[in-house]
């Protein structure tokens, strides 16, 4: 791949579909070289489809393995990457996964694949590259949580409460970076209309959508809108913040 002159590099965990895809893309318009991951070697040609489709539309992306839940393997794949490409400018920590159910019927391992994948995960990606972000004294980190941290949801103790870690994470962080140029954010999107939202029977989703005050679902574009503004190099003065992106259904 090569490497477009004068690029800023930008990785986005799990963007091969919903609001991760709609975030490289709105960063690769925007002139950024941008790698995102795929979990495992099963999901490789699936990844490498999704590249093709994204070099057919004009935008060149690249690809990296990366388990988030596994650090050994977070490491080897940011090793890979700072080899190729020597910094990297902004971290849009997005992979995640969801595995509902009400906490008395919940199975332990429910719980901790949630806590491993959506909370740890942004430990393992961001430890990964903080020293180089850190030497640079530039860059931007920004942590994809979400409504249901803010506001707690039936079925999801596991997802809210590692939706919420997110949070305590970035604003932690956000002191121990800030005299060094780095800032970390949090973005929390309410329901977006995605392949998972589209997969919900039109009934409950009739009923979701009349919860909304603006009368409907958002758009994973308006989401990346948000994420590249706070890319920007522009946006130095915005750190440990949570930006609530839900149509008015939560505010605080």
Not at 114 to 127: A, E, K
Not at 137 to 151: F, H, K, Y
Not at 215 to 229: D, H, M, N, S, Y
Not at 241 to 250: L, Q, T
Request: hydrophobic share 40%; proline share 2%; aromatic share 6%.
């Amino acid at each position: 791949m090569t490497l477009r002159k004068q690029s800023r590099i930008a990785l986005v965990t799990g963007g091969t579909r919903g609001i991760g895809e709609a975030i490289c893309i709105a960063l690769a318009n925007e002139g950024y070289q941008v790698i995102t991951t795929y979990r495992n070697t099963e999901r490789e040609t699936q990844a490498r489809d999704w590249q093709s489709r994204m070099a057919d539309d004009g935008l060149e992306v690249d690809l990296v393995l990366m388990d988030v839940s596994d650090h050994e393997n977070c490491e080897k794949a940011a090793n890979e990457l700072l080899d190729r490409y020597g910094r990297l400018d902004v971290l849009v920590n997005n992979a995640g996964i969801t595995r509902d159910g009400v906490m008395k019927k919940m199975p332990i391992e429910a719980w901790q694949e949630v806590i491993h994948n959506n909370l740890d995960g942004v430990f393992h990606v961001t430890r990964c590259f903080l020293n180089t972000l850190l030497t640079q004294e530039s860059g931007r980190i920004i942590n994809i949580s979400s409504i249901n941290a803010q506001r707690g949801q039936f079925g999801q103790v596991n997802y809210s409460a590692a939706k919420a870690g997110i949070h305590g994470f970035t604003k932690a962080l956000a002191q121990e970076t800030a005299r060094k140029g780095v800032t970390v954010n949090t973005v929390s999107p309410g329901y977006v209309e995605t392949d998972m939202i589209n997969a919900i029977d039109e009934k409950i989703r009739d009923q979701i959508k009349a919860q909304i005050p603006v009368g409907r679902f958002g758009q994973p574009e308006e989401i990346a809108r948000l994420v590249t503004f706070l890319a920007d190099e522009n946006s130095s003065f915005i750190t440990g913040a949570d930006f609530s992106i839900n149509g008015g259904m939560f505010m605080h």
